[in-house]
T-cell receptor, first 113, second 115 residues
Framework: GESVGLHLPTLSVQEGDNSIINCAYS??????FIWYKQESGKGPQFIID?????DKRQGQRVTVLLNKTVKHLSLQIAATQPGDSAVYFC????????????FGSGTQLTVLP | EAQVTQNPRYLITVTGKKLTVTCSQN?????MSWYRQDPGLGLRQIYY???????DKGDVPEGYKVSRKEKRNFPLILESPSPNQTSLYFC??????????????FGSGTRLTVV
């Protein structure tokens, strides 16, 4: 079946630096993508989404980039803070599938003081 | 507060003893789903429900049952739990089954251990 994966399982950054978390997806028909943040002991929390008719979307301190040519998604976090330490998941959806989202395995982001 | 509530948060049980994990949402969402989360495998969908009395299998439905008799509740039932069902379980909901809105709200999770 189709899968969503992440290039790196862990990422450590200095506080104040920018973070970039990458995600590769394999279903070229996927038309909607979401990034989730999961803190220890909590459920995933929505961060930002993007539709396939866009290549960039910005939120508060976060930017998602979508490259459909190479089926790649990235999450950029500006001025990373200790509270950003968490596992980040990308998820893809194909609107023709009732099963909804397919999640990647996650990247652990650690912010160093 | 809009939320998805799961109970219990932690559960240790023995092989073969039936158990139910409850899930309730107060947002009047049509769509609800159960996921299990295992190290290195991410979130895998067990079952989902697009509305009351409408349920369907996800990617890993074996050993699980669900029901959707009311819009707000979507319990996960393990008739005869086995150790390979030891996992972290999440319930999630969102408003419309259609393409307009995919934002999920997740519960806080249920950590199940089957010995």
């Amino acid at each position: 079946g189709e899968s969503v994966g992440l290039h790196l399982p862990t990422l450590s950054v200095q506080e104040g630096d920018n973070s970039i978390i990458n995600c590769a997806y394999s279903n070229s028909a996927s038309d909607y993508f979401i990034w989730y943040k999961q803190e220890s002991g909590k459920g995933p929390q929505f961060i930002i989404d993007i539709r396939s008719n866009m290549d960039k979307r910005q939120g508060q301190r976060v930017t998602v980039l979508l490259n459909k040519t190479v089926k790649h998604l990235s999450l950029q976090i500006a001025a990373t803070q200790p509270g950003d330490s968490a596992v980040y998941f990308c998820a893809e959806n194909y609107s023709g599938s009732a099963r909804q989202l397919t999640f990647g395995s996650g990247t652990q982001l650690t912010v160093l003081p | 507060e809009a939320q998805v509530t799961q109970n219990p948060r932690y559960l240790i049980t023995v092989t073969g003893k039936k158990l139910t994990v409850t899930c309730s949402q107060n947002m009047n969402h049509e769509y609800m789903s159960w996921y299990r989360q295992d190290p290195g495998l991410g979130l895998r969908q067990i079952y989902y429900s697009m509305n009351v009395e409408v349920t369907d299998k996800g990617d890993v439905p074996e050993g699980y049952k669900v029901s959707r008799k009311e819009k707000r509740n979507f319990p996960l039932i393990l008739e005869s739990p086995s150790p390979n069902q030891t996992s972290l379980y999440f319930c999630a909901s969102r408003p419309h089954p259609g393409p307009a809105n995919y934002g999920y709200t997740f519960g806080s999770g249920t950590r199940l251990t089957v010995v």
